[in-house]
Nanobody, 114 residues
Framework: VQLQASGGGSVQAGGSLRLSCAAS????????MGWYRQVPGKERELVAR???????NYADSVKGRFTISRDNAKNTVYLQMNGLKPEDAAVYYC?????????WGEGTLVTVSS
């Protein structure tokens, strides 16, 4: 299984970015895809996740601003980030959870200037 993320970049506070992550390989239809983020010196934290059935979970800090979605046919997950704040700046990692095993994509950097 491989995951390829894209869409990071630099924005001003209040701006928007959309991250994408496409998974390839032997992927079962029942799975969870999502995003974590990490800043230097801190643990990786869950941002949002979505099951193939459409159940979503968000970190409290992003509720109402970020929206996760996915295209099951393409094994692709998206993260629409609106109203970005400087504290959202981090390296964002997409992941795929298959039967309890997490597969990770390379991180994509998001910077937010105030």
């Amino acid at each position: 299984v491989q995951l390829q993320a894209s869409g990071g970049g630099s924005v001003q506070a209040g701006g928007s970015l959309r991250l994408s992550c496409a998974a390839s390989g032997s992927i079962l239809s029942i799975n969870v895809m999502g995003w974590y983020r990490q800043v230097p010196g801190k643990e990786r934290e869950l941002v949002a996740r979505m099951s193939n059935g459409g159940t979503t979970n968000y970190a409290d800090s992003v509720k109402g601003r970020f929206t996760i979605s996915r295209d099951n046919a393409k094994n692709t997950v998206y993260l629409q980030m609106n109203g970005l704040k400087p504290e959202d700046a981090a390296v964002y990692y997409c992941y795929l959870n298959l039967l309890g095993i997490k597969y990770w994509g390379e991180g994509t950097l998001v910077t937010v200037s105030s």
